[in-house]
């Protein structure tokens, strides 16, 4: 089992960046596939990026790519991700998440998930 605990969220304004930290409890950390999903007030969770447990696999929503970066650090037990040029619809709240099931876009598929942290993008 992982606990999962975000950081980094802030107000930012359009076009600045901000890192995104999820720092995980639990031995096993470097076997999970983990994922960044937001949520919007009113919106339905949706899926940000993941990347596999070795770190040389990642994937990422159409609305982010090319503007945000997932990376993992199994020494410090985190993983990041890594948002620049942000927009205004980037706004929401950003959980991460694990599974030792198959990385996924799907929220169902991952079984442990963080409280979230809150971004906040003011044009």
């Known amino acids: 089992q992982v606990q999962l605990a975000e950081s980094g969220g802030g107000l930012v304004q359009a076009g600045g960046s901000l890192r995104l930290s999820c720092a995980a409890s639990?031995?096993?950390?470097?076997?999970?596939?983990m994922g960044w999903f937001r949520q919007a007030p009113g919106k339905e969770r949706e899926f940000v990026a993941h990347?596999?447990?070795?770190?040389?696999?990642?994937y990422y929503a159409d609305s982010v790519k090319g503007r945000f970066n997932i990376s993992r650090d199994d020494g410090k037990n985190t993983v990041f991700l890594q948002m620049n040029s942000l927009k205004p619809e980037d706004t929401a709240v950003y959980h991460c998440?694990?599974?030792?099931?198959?990385?996924?876009?799907?929220?169902?598929?991952?079984?442990?998930w963080g409280q979230g942290t809150q971004v906040t993008v003011s044009s």
């Open positions: 990347i596999n447990w070795s770190g040389d696999r990642t």
């Open positions: 998440a694990g599974t030792l099931r198959r990385g996924s876009p799907y929220a169902q598929d991952y079984d442990y």
């Open positions: 639990g031995r096993t950390f470097s076997s999970y596939n």
